[in-house]
Nanobody, 124 residues
């Protein structure tokens, strides 16, 4: 079973940067697409970014395109989300997920495994 552990969240001033990490502790998702989602208080979990198994396909939500960068290190079994020029509306709990397929999928129900989440708070 895939076990995902996020880290790197915290409190940051608007316009600054933050990098989230997600370790695949059991090294079982290296052939899966992976993604980042976020959930703000009172809202549903929403797609942020996804990457295919080999990094060949990457996709972003319109809300973060041009500011966030997703990447993965298959040797270290780690997924990253570099967040630049953050905004108060980026405040949420961020979750990494492992897709059921090798593709970079955007739909919530295409993800089978989730981490516990890491809180990101952007101060204005």
């Amino acid at each position: 079973q895939v076990q995902l552990r996020e880290s790197g969240g915290g409190m940051v001033q608007a316009a600054n940067s933050l990098r989230l990490s997600c370790v695949d502790a059991r090294r079982t998702a290296s052939n899966n697409g992976m993604g980042w989602f976020r959930q703000a208080p009172g809202k549903e979990r929403e797609f942020v970014a996804a990457i295919s198994w080999n990094g060949g396909t990457i996709t972003y939500s319109d809300a973060v395109k041009g500011r966030f960068t997703i990447s993965r290190d298959r040797v270290a079994n780690t997924l990253y989300l570099q967040m630049n020029n953050v905004k108060p509306e980026d405040t949420a709990v961020y979750y990494c997920g492992a897709s059921r397929t090798a593709a970079a999928t955007t739909a919530l129900n295409t993800y089978r495994y989730w981490g516990q989440g890491t809180q990101v708070t952007v101060l204005s």
